[in-house]
């Protein structure tokens, strides 16, 4: 046998890797940043946390031998939408990417950073041309990026910011950034002042350099939406006594296709609709009645996948109680998309008498859905009443929160409808009520109901004067049709009146979401 055969040459291999970033890459990268930028702001674990959340495709890491060496962010944007003299925090949501715009045409790079100890190794170059590999494949027009000049203060006293950024551009000086930027086929733009509060070493200034991708296609010659509408159909339900889950199943087919016929993108039922079957079951005590409702569940389910696709409308079909492995009874609400997948979304917040009268348990997510409309979320009833869960679905992206109720008087009414408001207003998120109305004689806990069912607006100058796109009469069984559009959710949220997405101050209180 030679030498060379006798040597184990994997101890002289090095695996070297650029992937998405990942959860458990977040402490790792935290520590790389403290060697690469001293002194500055750094990354908080919550930036990273929503870089992930909202667009996972744009975060990667470099890794050797199992090591992350370098890492990079990004965002989807409409650059013609921000001002070209912006800042990083403008452009960022202050490092948070909840202006992420999934329908953008531009990809913006909003960090880069190489371990010390490994530059000079093309890292840079290798998490760029992942950012141009991922630019093609979206179909983005080009790339954009602040680029910091972190060597300018040495020529601080003898050059203004264009004049050195001139002389790195005629390869006189040398900026690590800037000339890395050319390098990279990077074209200068112009130059930002007040960029990076943090960055002294650049003064605050920051050079605007685009890469055009020459793949690109355009999907058509109008590259922004005037308006973005979405038809919603809200259900007042009357609760009746009925005869057979067949007399229910005729009902709700009958309000599904009232929606169809008005072109509706979804159609919402109020919370636990299916507690009409009650009326039929004939037990007295209301934890075994539960118990029994729960029976229906794959009808319930099988019903509403079929209208959804039959009628070519996302129905949100209220809420129903489930029984699940574990013998505990839960309130979810369905989502049933028109393409007939489905989707659910536990109540979190069990109210005094759910927990009394049924025995109900409460779930542990926030969900956030993906629809052919937007991104939606559901709040069934009290959970709407909770400011925490709607600040996580707006951040997690949701446009339109969704809340099931039903409320046995009007104090119980009116807490629901004051909460949504509040809801709508604090996110700058549409919110849609529905509640029952009417009685079910003889059934425990479901005696009465109260509803006035609604949809409501953020409150600025494009949206309706009071904030309410329409409301049902009250205790009448009704639909309400209205459209809202998430165009004008989008502009609102980046140059509105007020932007209290945009404004939080994140410097003095979080939400901690534990999940």
């Not at 002294?200 to 058509?220: F, H, Q």
């Not at 574990?326 to 369905?334: C, G, L, M």
């Not at 917040?349 to 348990?361: D, F, L, M, Y």
Request: proline share 3%.
């Amino acid at each position: 046998m030679s030498v060379t055969e006798e040597l184990d040459l994997s101890k002289y291999e090095h695996k070297m890797e650029i992937r998405r970033m990942e959860k458990h890459d977040i402490d790792d990268i935290l520590e790389l940043q403290k060697l690469c930028f001293p002194g500055m702001d750094p990354w908080k674990r919550e930036h990273l946390e929503s870089h992930l959340s909202i667009f996972p495709e744009g975060q990667f890491v470099a890794e050797l031998n199992g090591e992350v060496i370098g890492s990079c962010s990004s965002l989807i944007i409409n650059f013609d939408e921000y001002d070209d003299r912006h800042s990083w925090a403008e452009i960022t949501d202050d490092g948070y990417i909840t202006n992420h715009n999934p329908d953008g045409l531009n990809l913006y790079g909003i960090e880069v950073m190489v371990h010390p100890k490994y530059r000079r190794m093309k890292i840079g170059h290798r998490l760029y041309e992942e950012r141009k590999e991922l630019a093609r494949r979206l179909n983005l027009k080009s790339i954009l990026i602040g680029g910091r000049i972190p060597n300018y203060h040495k020529y601080a006293d003898q050059m203004t910011a264009r004049e050195y950024v001139e002389e790195v551009r005629l390869h006189k000086l040398y900026d690590p950034v800037l000339s890395f930027q050319f390098l990279n086929e990077f074209t200068l733009t112009r130059i930002n002042p007040n960029y990076l509060e943090d960055d002294r070493a650049s003064g605050k200034y920051a050079t605007l350099m685009e890469w055009n991708n020459v793949d690109y296609r355009p999907k058509s010659k109008r590259y922004y939406k005037t308006a973005y509408p979405v038809r919603i159909c809200v259900v007042q339900y009357m609760m009746r006594k009925i005869h057979s889950f067949e007399d229910f199943a005729s009902q709700v087919e009958y309000f599904v296709d009232v929606s169809a016929d008005a072109d509706s993108d979804f159609v919402v039922f109020p919370e636990i609709v299916t507690t009409q079957l009650m009326s039929f079951l004939n037990e007295r005590s209301p934890s075994q009645a539960v118990r029994r409702v729960t029976e229906f569940t794959e009808q319930y389910i099988e019903l509403f996948t079929n209208l959804a696709v039959r009628y070519n409308v996302n129905i949100i079909g209220g809420s129903h109680f489930v029984k699940e492995e574990d013998d505990n009874i839960y309130n979810i609400a369905y989502l049933f998309r028109r393409d007939g997948t489905i989707e659910k979304q536990y109540k979190l917040h069990i109210t005094p008498n759910e927990k009394k009268w049924w025995g109900i348990s409460a779930g542990d997510e926030v969900n956030v859905f993906d629809t052919d409309c937007g991104k939606i979320s559901m709040l069934i009833c009290y959970d709407i009443e909770f400011p925490e869960l709607s600040r996580i679905a707006t951040d997690k992206g949701a446009n339109i929160i969704f809340t099931p109720f039903c409320t046995e008087d009007r104090q119980g009414y009116l807490r629901v409808r004051y909460c949504a408001q509040a809801r709508a207003i604090e996110n700058q998120v549409y919110t849609v009520i529905s509640g029952t109305v009417g009685n079910l004689p003889q059934t425990e806990n479901m005696d009465i109901q109260y509803a006035q069912s609604a949809i409501f607006t953020p409150s600025d100058f494009e949206y309706p004067r009071d904030g309410i796109v329409g409301e049902t009469n009250a205790n009448i069984e009704m639909v309400l049709i209205g459209d809202v559009d998430l165009e004008i959710l989008r502009r609102q949220r980046l140059s509105g009146t007020v932007r209290q997405l945009k404004d939080r101050r994140k410097d003095l209180y979080e939400i901690n979401y534990k999940r």
